[in-house]
């Protein structure tokens, strides 16, 4: 295909584009100095070893059980709405469907000073910290199980269990026999996304926060005003290792990319 | 499992979710809305109505530079979004290689990556003694490092970065939908790679080139950390305003009527979406 | 007279194996030919080979005489008809239609014209706004036909276009097709699994199978001369009867037989070592109802079930073990499930076919 060389070599430098600024930062993580430079100046795991210390590794785990708190929730959650959706006609379904991506549409950010003004009015100041992080991520991250929950649901034959019904199993079984194990990756996608959306988030994050209660990403960014650090480039590498450790396991059993072109976000 | 054909299972199913939502998504919305549009006094709503946020953040010049300023990056950003990515997703749908799938992995690998990795990587090249400056210095292209951070040229090069994943994904999702037999039946009747390629392919795979562009756009407007660390206090954008207003000076009236903004241009950028068309799949075989 | 397209020695494969295993056809101008077989069999690749969308691996492919080795799909002065039709849903139906005369840079005015008349040809005058996706099933095929039509290809290739048509509408379409070609003379290949239409519509039918051609001929050599015993089972029905051969039958003679006690002479298509078991073969529709004459084949059967058929009845019979179905006009015997009943099989006519495939 004429043409196709010169499209490749645009490809290449879209890529290098993408991925240049990534490496960079995992190299300046190995810097020797306490320098922010490219090319890097010799070798050393010392920010490394800062990264992995209590100081980050609080915030970090905080952030996993966040997030798996958020995309645990999100998948209970969304499945009922996905189920009603996909499954029923009634009045108010579309309603229903629209309510259950809205959190997509609007940006998150505006959501969390929503979400602020509103405890302080309602006098649940307490809540700030994890219980308003959980609560936040959640709005945000369930329209990601919905989402991937009903793609799978869809690609479920509509009358499979009617014909599990007309066979004998009562309703609760068709369910469990036939529903529930085809829409698995369906749901493990779902997780895995909601996981990744609320282990990256700020926006909302920012807003609902408290000292001590923040996610890694919200303790990054604070730290930004006193200046770049290598250390600072640990520990954001760190936390991009998370998230592609999870997407790669859960892909060893579930196809999740089959989900990428349902996701918007 | 009684009443499951019951017309009111559904509710009973979805309710507790939907009201989830309804208030924990719905409301703090609402609230935002009206809350611009009281009197505020610190934290404190009066019961007084009152536009004075709005004429608050529409009088004065620096405020309507922030927005407007908001805007043309998120324009910028959507162009050179499309631009970039529509190359790498009509490759990406195209190839026959065995590395097609880690190639659709890597283009994705700045979504996992937080704004903090994307954004570092771009600090460390754009700052004045960062490796750009270095290699032109260098070079002798330049007597002078230049200075591109802070600016929001520097933030629109590090939310198309940050965005450029969206783009490709959308972009993908209708080139993957064409009917192949199209671009066969353009050649057939005479039309080169190339002519196919204007006759065809490109105005079939504007539904989504519209909607990647919009979905970078409404992205890039609300976002928060790129223009907080690669911009400054010259180039306040809409969310960093948000930040400055709803935290540092907490005045939650001038925050909530710049969410308001936000909120309306978000709203009508979906409602411009599904008017234009724009869509993440493409059409069938007519 | 130049060859409108000739194929020699094509061959193509994709990993696993041969695809098209060696195809040499001649297609003189004005014919259609049919590429006929069962999925599988490499019809499409060859297709998809003329019009150059594939390269062959070994092979020549030629177009009124040009060489089209190394020459791209755009160049070859091709027509292409689609299954699914392929219309460009964000044209109208006359620019769908004017597209190949716009590529071959032909001036406003002409095309204009010669849309009109190509929509008048497949009797769709007076629908040129409108969008494909705006049309029936039936009026995208027409758009489709016309498309290819106007540019008054060299070879006009139609993959399939009648598949996703309801029967009435394929069978109307068959012959209007046909019908059209003929008018226009316009070099024609059809692939299709359907024989009907291979039968309907072809000057010649080249029988596919294993990525070769198992025979190329006319439609009434192809459906009395079979080749071969799939060719036989392949087009229309047949009937097999096990029978015992006399002597070494050569290939394209008549050998004599014994079925059921009686002594038949049967065209042999492919070669019979002596004594070997062998099948006779015959058209259902070969069969009648025993009138006692002497020298009749009388076959023996009993009648598992009667399927009447409005015009004709088909009789499906277990005959020496062997199905065996009689297709004879309504009213002509009367016979029901578990009766005896005496056929008078064909005397001539018959096919004889070695009984290992």
Redesign the interface.
Same mark, same amino acid.
């Given at each position: 295909m004429s043409g196709w060389g010169g499209l490749r070599a645009m490809v290449a430098a879209v890529y290098l584009f993408a991925l240049g600024p990534i490496v960079i930062t995992a190299t300046v993580s190995f810097n020797a100095a306490n320098q922010s430079r490219f090319p890097p100046l010799g070798f050393s795991l010392r920010w490394w070893a800062e990264a992995l210390g209590p100081r980050w590794l609080g915030p970090l785990l905080f952030s996993v059980e966040l997030a798996t708190a958020a995309s645990v929730l999100a998948v209970l959650a969304g499945f009922p709405l996905a189920y009603a959706v996909a499954r029923r006609q009634f009045p108010g379904r579309d309603f229903l469907a629209a309510l259950s991506l809205g959190p997509l549409a609007l940006p998150a950010l505006v959501t969390g000073i929503g979400l602020l003004q509103m405890l302080h009015l309602a006098g649940l100041e307490a809540l700030f910290g994890l219980p308003a992080l959980v609560l936040g991520h959640l709005v945000i991250c369930l329209p990601f199980a919905v989402r991937t929950i009903g793609v799978s649901l869809l690609s479920i034959p509509g009358n499979a269990e009617q014909a599990a019904m007309s066979l004998g199993a009562s309703p609760f079984t068709a369910f469990r026999e036939v529903t529930l194990p085809l829409v698995k990756s369906g749901v493990f996608a779902g997780a895995s996304f909601a996981f990744v959306q609320s282990f990256t988030d700020y926006s909302i994050s920012l807003f609902l926060a408290r000292p001590g209660s923040s996610p890694i990403t919200v303790t990054i960014l604070s730290f930004l005003e006193y200046g770049f650090a290598p250390t600072l480039a640990a520990v954001a590498v760190l936390t991009m290792i998370v998230p592609i450790v999870l997407i790669g396991a859960v892909q060893r059993f579930f196809r999740v990319g089959d989900f990428l072109y349902e996701t918007r976000h | 499992?009684a009443g499951?054909s019951d017309?009111r299972?559904?509710?009973l199913? #979805?309710g507790?979710?939907?009201l989830?939502?309804?208030l924990?998504?719905?409301?703090?919305? #609402?609230?935002?809305l009206t #809350?611009s549009a009281f009197k505020s006094d610190a934290?404190v709503?009066t019961n007084e109505l009152s536009g004075e946020s709005y004429a608050f953040i529409f009088g004065k010049a620096l405020y309507r530079a922030a927005i407007y300023r908001t805007f043309w990056i998120g324009a910028a950003v959507g162009a050179l979004v499309v631009l970039?990515?529509y190359?790498?997703a009509?490759?990406l749908t195209r190839t026959r290689s065995r590395w097609k799938?880690w190639?659709?992995a890597?283009?994705?690998?700045?979504?996992?990556?937080?704004?903090?990795?994307?954004?570092? !990587?771009?600090?460390?090249?754009l700052n004045r003694?960062? #490796?750009i400056n270095g290699a032109l210095l260098g070079l002798g292209v330049i007597d002078e490092p230049l200075v591109m951070l802070p600016s929001s040229g520097a933030i629109v090069v590090g939310l198309v970065?940050a965005l450029?994943?969206?783009g490709v994904?959308t972009i993908? !999702?209708v080139l993957?939908g064409l009917?192949p037999?199209?671009e066969?039946?353009?050649?057939?009747? !005479?039309?080169?790679?190339?002519?196919?390629f204007v006759?065809?392919t490109l105005?079939?795979s504007m539904s989504g080139v519209l909607a990647a562009f919009l979905?970078a756009f409404?992205?890039a407007?609300?976002a928060?950390?790129t223009p907080?660390?690669l911009g400054g206090p010259a180039t306040e954008t809409l969310?960093t305003l948000?930040?400055k207003f709803?935290?540092s000076l907490v005045d939650?009236g001038v !925050?909530?009527a710049l969410?308001t903004v936000?909120?309306v241009v978000?709203?009508l950028l979906?409602w411009l979406g599904t008017r234009l068309g724009a869509r993440?799949?493409g059409?069938g075989?007519? | 007279m130049t060859a409108a397209l000739a194929l020699e020695g094509l061959r193509k494969s994709f990993g696993a194996g041969p695809v098209v295993d060696g195809i040499d056809l001649v297609v003189e101008p004005g014919e259609f030919v049919t590429l006929l077989g069962p999925s599988g069999c490499g019809k499409t690749t060859t297709l998809n080979l003329v019009a150059g969308f594939q390269v062959p691996d070994a092979g020549r492919i030629a177009i009124r005489g040009r060489e089209m080795t190394g020459v791209p799909p755009h160049h070859r002065d091709i027509g292409l008809v689609f299954q699914d039709y392929a219309l460009f849903p964000h044209r109208t139906v006359a620019e769908n239609v004017g597209f190949g005369l716009r590529m071959r840079k032909v001036g406003r005015a002409e095309v204009e014209q010669r849309v009109g008349e190509a929509l008048g040809l497949v009797q769709l005058a007076g629908l040129e706004g409108r969008r494909p996706g705006q049309l029936s099933g039936g009026q995208r095929q027409r758009v489709a036909l016309a498309r290819a039509l106007v540019i008054r290809p060299s070879v006009l290739l139609l993959d399939e276009p009648l598949s996703n048509l309801d029967l009435k509408l394929r069978e109307e379409m068959r012959l209007e097709i046909s019908g059209l070609q003929r008018r226009l003379g316009i070099t024609t290949i059809l692939v299709t699994h359907d024989q009907g239409e291979a039968l309907v519509m072809s000057d010649r039918v080249a029988v596919m199978r294993g990525g070769r051609i198992s025979q190329v001929t006319d439609p009434v050599t192809l459906y009395n001369r079979p080749a071969d015993r799939f060719i036989a089972e392949f087009i229309g029905s047949m009937n097999f009867l096990p029978c015992l051969t006399e002597g070494v039958v050569a290939a394209g003679a008549v050998g004599s037989v014994v079925v059921e006690g009686q002594a038949v002479r049967a065209l042999a298509p492919r070669a019979i070592k002596a004594g070997t078991a062998a099948l006779l073969a015959f058209r259902p529709e070969q069969a009648r109802v025993a009138s006692g004459e002497a020298g009749e084949l009388r076959l023996r059967g009993r009648v598992v079930r009667v399927a009447y058929l409005g015009g004709r009845t088909e009789l499906h019979l277990e005959m020496g073990g062997r199905p065996c179905v009689v297709d004879v006009p309504s009213g002509t015997v009367a016979a029901e499930a578990g009766e005896e009943v005496v056929l008078a099989g064909p005397t001539s006519a018959c096919l004889l076919f070695p009984a290992e495939l």
């Open positions: - | 499992m499951m017309r299972f559904p509710w199913l #979805a507790p979710p939907a989830f939502l309804l924990f998504f719905v409301l703090p919305n #609402a609230l935002l #809350a934290q709503l970039l990515s190359p790498v009509f490759f799938g190639l659709i890597l283009i994705l690998a700045p979504l996992l990556a937080s704004v903090v990795v994307r954004t570092y !990587g771009w600090w460390v090249l003694e960062g #490796a970065h450029l994943p969206f994904l993908m !999702g993957a009917n037999n199209l066969r039946a353009a050649m057939s009747l !005479g039309a080169s790679s190339a002519r196919t006759e065809v105005p079939l979905l409404s992205l407007i609300s928060y950390a907080t660390i969310a948000i930040y709803m935290v939650w !925050g909530s969410g936000l909120i978000s709203l979906l993440r799949a059409p075989a007519a | -």
